[in-house]
């Protein structure tokens, strides 16, 4: 059974940097994209960032392009989101999925495996 935990979460303050880390576990994730994805109170969930498991290939929302970075360790089934320069809209459930598509996409509905969560907020 596929395992998604997110971790890293927390307070901080405009201008800091946070990492979250994903850990993955339940199978071979060599031919699935991972992504992150982060749901503000009363709104819907939205795509923050994703990489293909094996080539590296990355895709990022508008709002964080250039300030976060997505990596993965495939020795650790791994998945880092690196968030720079924080914004207080940035605040947020932070959610690890993994999707089979072999396609990198944006899309939460292609996603068939999600974590619990992790709450980062940033005040002003």
């Known amino acids: 059974q596929v395992q998604l935990v997110e971790s890293g979460g927390g307070l901080v303050q405009a201008g800091d940097s946070l990492r979250l880390s994903c850990a993955a576990s339940?199978?071979?994730?060599?031919?699935?994209?991972m992504g992150w994805f982060r749901q503000a109170p009363g709104k819907e969930r939205a795509f923050v960032a994703a990489?293909?498991?094996?080539?590296?290939?990355?895709r990022y929302a508008d709002s964080v392009k250039g300030r976060f970075t997505i990596s993965r360790d495939n020795t650790k089934n791994t998945i880092d989101l690196r968030m720079n320069r924080l914004k207080p809209e940035d605040t947020a459930v932070y959610y690890c999925?993994?999707?089979?598509?072999?396609?990198?996409?944006?899309?939460?509905?292609?996603?068939?495996?999600w974590g619990q969560g992790t709450q980062v907020t940033v005040s002003s």
């Open positions: 990489i293909t498991w094996s080539g590296g290939v990355t």
């Open positions: 339940g199978r071979t994730f060599v031919d699935y994209v």
């Open positions: 999925a993994a999707t089979r598509s072999g396609i990198i996409t944006s899309l939460a509905g292609q996603y068939a495996y």
